[in-house]
Nanobody
Framework: QVRLIETGGGLVQAGDSLTLSCAAS????????LSWFRQAPGKEERDFVA?????????YYADSVKGRVTISRDSAKNTVLLQMNNLKPEDTAIYYC???????????????????WGQGTQVTVSS
């Protein structure tokens, strides 16, 4: 089993930066992708933000955040970080960390690929 705990959310102003952290425990080495998703207020869907492939270190980003967000992994601490810069009000959402549990034929940006989820951390960006 894999347990994921997100921290680092909060209330910030537009243009500010924020770093989210996802502490992973359990069999995380079995996962192919570790990713961040977000769910905006009033929306049912949970959208892909960024992902990192454990085997290659390759990183992947949604177009909406490309250039403003960096995902990284601290292997020693078994932590996945999401550095967000130049935050915008439309970035307001609950941010979730996710692990896919292993290789899959599904695209890395699909919610249904992921079987392990954290409880989420709220990010609110005021204008």
């Amino acid at each position: 089993q894999v347990r994921l705990i997100e921290t680092g959310g909060g209330l910030v102003q537009a243009g500010d930066s924020l770093t989210l952290s996802c502490a992973a425990s359990g069999r995380t080495f079995g996962s192919d992708f570790l990713s961040w998703f977000r769910q905006a207020p009033g929306k049912e869907e949970r959208d892909f933000v960024a992902g990192i492939r454990q085997t290659t270190g390759g990183t992947y980003y949604a177009d909406s955040v490309k250039g403003r967000v960096t995902i990284s992994r601290d292997s020693a601490k078994n932590t996945v970080l999401l550095q967000m810069n130049n935050l915008k009000p439309e970035d307001t959402a609950i941010y979730y960390c996710a692990a896919d549990g292993g290789r899959s034929l599904m695209q890395h940006n699909l919610r249904r690929r992921y079987i392990y989820w954290g409880q989420g951390t709220q990010v609110t960006v005021s204008s």
